[in-house]
């Protein structure tokens, strides 16, 4: 059998009424330009001072309603977007994150208040997005009792099961040509430089034909649990992941220490 080309989901993270309008039109302008149905990351609470770059936007809510009536996927982006906890998580990516390590009641209080705020304004989200990739074994049982059952992370080539939910992985974070699987390119369009989104717009001139959406993945590709082989790919990818933070991490370190 000859493996299917590789399909692209796209996701914006980091949405709320006060994120930077003019940062994420560059990237709304291409999604409408070629019709992507993208997963749409919102934080329903934002307190964090990074994403309070723009007044707040009374627009932004009927937009993204709109975004979703054209087949966005909306997923609940946490819920204040604040890492304040230093519990381990099960995408180990950063020490201080908002949800991995928090009691698991507390948890839960933040996912219905979250999906709570979200469905008032209209919106139906579908799935769950960590912010800073933290979340545990907690915040898996919070989001089954609270109805949700799909996430967006991890490292393997095609959609799993664990945990009780469907794992839609999320491996990129800029277009990469690849053969074969399901890659998520995760973007940030409140940090997102020019030439970041003229690279996804030559990428989608290629490839827009192979991006598809979460209710396609859902009824077209039956996650199971991952094979063997599979596995070892992901563990493989977090360590190649795991690395390349570190290493920006202590460049950016010796870098402040050279200007100092
Ligand atoms: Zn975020």
Known sequence: MI???AQYLLRCDDLCPTAS?????????????????????VVPDNRDPDLRLSPPDPEFWERTREMESAGATIALHGYRHLAQSRGSSL???????????????????????GLAILRGHGLNPRIWVAPRHGFDLHTLRALREEGIDVLSDGFARVPFHRGGLTWIPQQLWEPVEKPHGLWTICVHPNTAKDSSVDRLREFLRDHAAQFT???RVLTEMRATRLSPAERVYEALTLGRVQARA???RLLGRLRKTRAA
């Not at 309008?21 to 990351?41: H, N, Y």
Request: hydrophobic share 45%.
């Open 21 to 41: 309008r003019p940062r994420w039109q560059r990237f709304l302008s291409l999604i409408e330009e070629f019709k992507i149905q993208p997963i749409l990351a």
């Open 246 to 248: 570190m290493r920006k």
């Open 3 to 5: 493996p299917k080309p």
């Open 91 to 113: 995408v180990p990516l950063h020490g201080m994150t908002e949800f991995a390590g928090v009691a698991g009641e507390t948890q839960r209080l933040w996912i219905h208040a």
């Open 213 to 215: 959406s979460v209710e």
